[in-house]
């Protein structure tokens, strides 16, 4: 059931360092499996990351900002196909400041596209948004979230530089 006063998203959120982040994509897109191979890409890097909902996330705007959590009750279970559910580590909200678009191959981003900078709104919140690939697998990613995180949200989020070393 919704809480009163929020809006439910079929998507995974996260937290990277200190940013939030929202991955959003049809069942079978990978939302779950990128957010697995963020929260690797980060503890393999001493870097905070934790899972603030897979699947179901809810979201409003708070102080002109897009604030996301889970379902108290899935707190730290993500479900890795073929394998069931695993725990790690959560958070119980988070401010997100990166949309990530998980699409099908008929969607799939320019090899080389010309605006680099895309941008969505949600909530009348508007965020960067990046649309990845369906051919990159997770590990891949991963990688370009956290390149386009250091280039879009560093400035607001200090201390992300660290994961890209």
Do not use: N
Not at 30 to 42: E, H, I, M, N, T
Not at 55 to 73: N, Q
Not at 131 to 149: F, I, K, V
Request: charged content about 25%.
């Amino acid at each position: 059931m919704t809480p009163p006063g929020w809006t439910a998203l079929h998507a995974t959120a996260l937290i990277v360092g200190e940013a939030g982040l929202l991955l959003r994509g049809a069942s079978g897109a990978g939302k779950s499996s990128l957010a697995l191979a963020l929260l690797a890409r980060a503890q393999d890097r001493a870097t905070y990351a934790a899972l603030v909902a897979d699947d179901r996330v809810f979201v409003r705007v708070f102080h002109e900002r897009l604030a996301a959590r889970g379902d108290p009750s899935f707190t730290g279970k993500i479900e890795r196909r073929c394998e069931g559910i695993l725990d790690v580590a959560a958070a119980p909200a988070a401010v997100i400041r990166l949309v990530v678009d998980l699409v099908g191959r008929a969607d799939a981003p320019a090899r080389l596209p010309e605006d680099p900078a895309h941008w969505t709104e949600i909530l009348g919140v508007r965020l960067p948004r990046v649309t990845l690939d369906p051919a990159l697998g997770p590990d891949d990613r991963a990688r370009a979230t956290l390149d386009s995180l250091a280039r879009r949200v560093t400035a607001m989020t200090p201390g992300l530089g660290r994961i890209m070393a």
